[in-house]
């Protein structure tokens, strides 16, 4: 797993089998991003068997059946779809291509899983909200900062257990490292990409609606600059969000492409929840100058201080849980609801958004 460069930043855990072998099939498509590998091993190490690749850029597949040997490639998207034993097509297509891809999917009757964030326009929102009410199948998110990060799922059952009370507020920090030489030219076209909060700030977003325990929130103010990639005209190397939430929570958002070249981690990611009974601190990705290593989490609360280290010792749940959902028909992972509001939420900051010149 590289740790410098999170596009290609996969976690792996451990193997924990929620169906047995072939219980569950699922195929990837859309190589685009690395993110299509951290899909994948989350839901491998829960069970489920990856049968079918598809990508027309040969050189993705042959790299994506290196890492995974035992899968067949598929000689089109239309082969998979047509294969009555997958239940869930996982993709990392370009970001404005991911609404067509996965209505296609869904109107195959297969589940759809893509990397964040799953919309770039409104418009987009819209036309698979009513695909998914006619098909009943899941169009699923990868909200990998929170899903796939031992210290943010330890975080959800530190609040669910009352460690800090009621969440009031939540800072949440997404700087990322830019990496220009290895990004795909897409990458810097805002028709394709979205722009910086419709991207990386769909993470934060996501986080506050969870943490939080809200249902709906508003956005009071949002703002996007170029500070230093002029020579990139449509590339949005700063943002930040201001959320209130239905239930009086806020929330302060902050993202960007400004990773210095000395940090080793592609990103310091940070989040802060404070509760009116104390507060949690994740340190996600590494705690600068003491550990190169991540899932850092701090807890102080009237019992006093803790600190945990939780790499390899939480796991991901979610990746059962989503398995167990597309099998039953439930919830239990995240719902529609749930991930259609961090799309719309995360939309409107970017449409609103003030341009900082």
């Excluded at 995974?68 to 996982?90: F, H, K, N, R, W």
């Excluded at 800072?171 to 990409?193: A, M, V």
Aim: charged share 20%; net charge negative.
């Amino acid at each position: 797993m590289k740790n410098n460069d999170g596009m290609n930043y996969a976690p792996t855990g451990k193997q924990v089998n929620i169906v047995e072998q072939g219980v569950f099939q699922f195929a990837a498509t859309a190589l685009e991003h690395g993110h299509i590998y951290g899909m994948c091993n989350g839901l491998i190490e829960a069970g489920a068997t990856l049968k079918w690749v598809y990508d027309a850029d040969q050189q993705k597949v042959a790299q994506f059946v290196a890492t995974y040997p035992g899968v067949q490639i598929a000689e089109s998207l239309a082969e998979i779809l047509q294969d009555s034993t997958i239940q869930l097509v996982a993709a990392a297509d370009i970001p404005n291509e991911r609404a067509a891809l996965g209505i296609r999917v869904m109107e195959a009757g297969k589940h759809y899983f893509t990397d964040k964030a799953p919309f770039t326009t409104l418009g987009q929102l819209e036309q698979v909200k009513e695909v998914v009410a006619r098909t009943n199948c899941k169009y699923a998110v990868y909200y990998s900062e929170r899903i796939h990060v031992e210290s943010a799922v330890y975080a959800e059952q530190l609040i669910q257990q009352g460690a800090i009370g009621r969440v009031i507020q939540m800072i949440g920090l997404g700087p990322h490292r830019l990496n220009e030489s290895s990004r795909p030219e897409w990458f810097f076209n805002k028709e394709q990409y979205g722009g910086i909060l419709c991207d990386i700030a769909s993470h934060q977003i996501e986080q506050f609606l969870y943490f939080s325990g809200n249902n709906d929130a508003r956005i009071t103010s949002s703002q996007v600059a170029n500070y230093n990639n002029k020579h990139r005209t449509e590339l949005e190397d700063f943002g930040d969000v201001q959320i209130v939430g239905g239930n009086g929570a806020t929330a302060y958002i902050r993202v960007d492409w400004f990773t210095p070249d000395g940090l080793s981690s592609w990103g310091d990611g940070r989040t802060i929840i404070l509760g009116t009974d104390g507060y949690i601190e994740l340190r996600k990705y590494i705690d600068i100058t003491k550990s190169s290593g991540g899932d850092h989490l701090f807890l102080v609360n009237k019992q006093g201080e803790q600190y945990w280290n939780v790499q390899g010792k939480v796991g991901f749940p979610f990746f059962g849980q989503f398995i167990l959902d597309c099998l039953n028909g439930t919830e239990y992972a995240m719902s529609q609801k749930h991930i259609f509001k961090v799309a719309e939420l995360t939309l409107l900051a970017q449409q609103q958004a003030i341009v900082v010149e």
